[in-house]
């Protein structure tokens, strides 16, 4: 092969491969350009559904409760595929914190093509996911559903720990703290903080909580702050600079620590571990940010049919939780397009029933057609589930999210380390 044979051949090798990599460049900009337009308001469902068939969305949520893993597995991921074209992937986490850390780590390496397309997030991870602009954007009033059935300005739902939400994340459930107790163990459960403080010293070894960060510890913390320290009303607005004194706090805590399990010299790991304690009769409460719990753990035969529930006096704390998409999603309309159907009225009353999760949905009751609302009326919620108008009674707000670390922080220095 002469020369001039073996230059034109390398020209035209060249030549293809320039040409090869301005087209990957504008396949790219065209995906970005696509991404952007999903946001504009113009863009109609139809065309986010069409880009959305056949794409696998990866959603990282808390595995540890086996009812929301299956909810998600066997109900909503195999409706989500026949009725969308949407492949929903479960990725199970222990922490969301720790999903944080990792798109932190993605934006700092100016990482594009994350893998993460939905979180379960609120509260704490929120705000530093809006405030490190880990957050895809504003898509909120793009689901025809959210649109629908969700009362977007309500303030429990608008305001996440003191957030604004301004649509960067949309509510998927509304939970309650509660305690959970065996009744053929106790007859009367304690009404305040106070009295269960006296039941333990009456009972000791019976009861203890999970260590914070642990979301249902932290929570326990929270409840047990608003009692010492005279209320939640002190607390509604966020600040910058937390000044409070919280020794009242840790007073009860250190007080109540020597008649807890084990003599309060180590705490359970997580809320999953309580849950075993109390089911092998180790100790005879355990607690759970989801008023439903223990008629689903009835039903699945992990509690004893005598297990009840009961919220104090003085109220428990309840709160929104939220769906968002990071900024780095490679599937941003499948991330809508699932997200929009877990708000469907078929998927929020599936997941009030206690055979799937029992929890309370985010959908504004008033918006359903007639049909849901009968189906509303009719849910049977399960023998160990106080009634919605007894919880709503008892119900006090979140504290704002920058109250959250400082809190668990200072449960590891003034009672974990004392």
Request: proline content about 6%.
């Amino acid at each position: 092969m002469n020369k001039r044979v073996i230059i034109l051949l390398l020209l035209i090798s060249i030549l293809m491969i320039v040409l090869s990599g301005c087209g990957n460049q504008n396949q790219t900009e065209q995906t970005q350009t696509s991404s952007e337009n999903l946001l504009e308001t113009e863009t109609d469902w139809e065309t986010i559904l069409k880009e959305a068939e056949g794409q696998t969305v990866n959603f990282h949520m808390w595995g540890g409760d086996e009812r929301y893993n299956r909810y998600i597995d066997e109900f909503i991921a195999p409706k989500l595929k026949e009725s969308t074209g949407v492949v929903l992937n479960r990725v199970a986490i222990q922490d969301t914190k720790d999903v944080m850390n990792k798109l932190n780590n993605e934006k700092s390496a100016n990482k594009t093509d994350g893998t993460v397309d939905i979180i379960w997030i609120n509260g704490e991870n929120f705000k530093l996911a809006k405030e490190n602009e880990l957050l895809w954007g504003s898509f909120a009033s793009q689901l025809p559903n959210v649109n629908q059935y969700v009362d977007i300005n309500a303030p429990d739902i608008q305001f996440d720990f003191g957030q604004n939400t301004e649509g960067y994340e949309v509510p998927w459930g509304k939970a309650q703290f509660v305690f959970i107790y065996d009744e053929s163990n106790i007859t009367h459960p304690p009404t305040s903080f106070e009295e269960l403080g006296e039941w333990m010293e009456e009972n000791p070894g019976k009861f203890t909580y999970p260590a914070p960060p642990d979301f249902t510890g932290s929570a326990f913390v929270r409840q047990a702050l608003y009692e010492t320290t005279g209320g939640y009303e002190q607390y509604l607005e966020p600040v910058n600079d937390i000044e409070q004194d919280f020794t009242p706090l840790w007073n009860y805590l250190n007080e109540i620590e020597p008649n807890l399990w084990r003599n309060g010299e180590t705490y359970p790991e997580s809320l999953a571990k309580l849950d075993q304690l109390f089911s092998s009769g180790e100790v005879w409460m355990t607690m759970a940010y989801d008023p439903g719990k223990a008629s689903s753990h009835i039903e699945q035969g992990l509690f004893p049919d005598t297990t009840r529930t009961f919220v104090l006096d003085g109220g428990t704390i309840s709160n929104t939780h939220y769906l968002s998409i990071p900024y780095n999603s490679n599937h941003q309309a499948g991330a809508m397009v699932a997200i929009n159907y877990l708000l469907s009225p078929e998927a929020q009353l599936a997941k009030m029933d206690p055979e799937h999760w029992g929890e309370g949905m985010a959908l504004d009751p008033s918006k359903l057609d007639d049909v849901d609302q009968k189906k509303l009326e009719e849910l049977d919620l399960g023998i160990a589930t106080l009634p919605a108008e007894q919880l709503a009674e008892f119900k006090v707000p979140e504290i704002p999210a920058n109250y959250v670390k400082v809190l668990e922080e200072g449960w590891f220095e003034y009672v974990a380390k004392r």
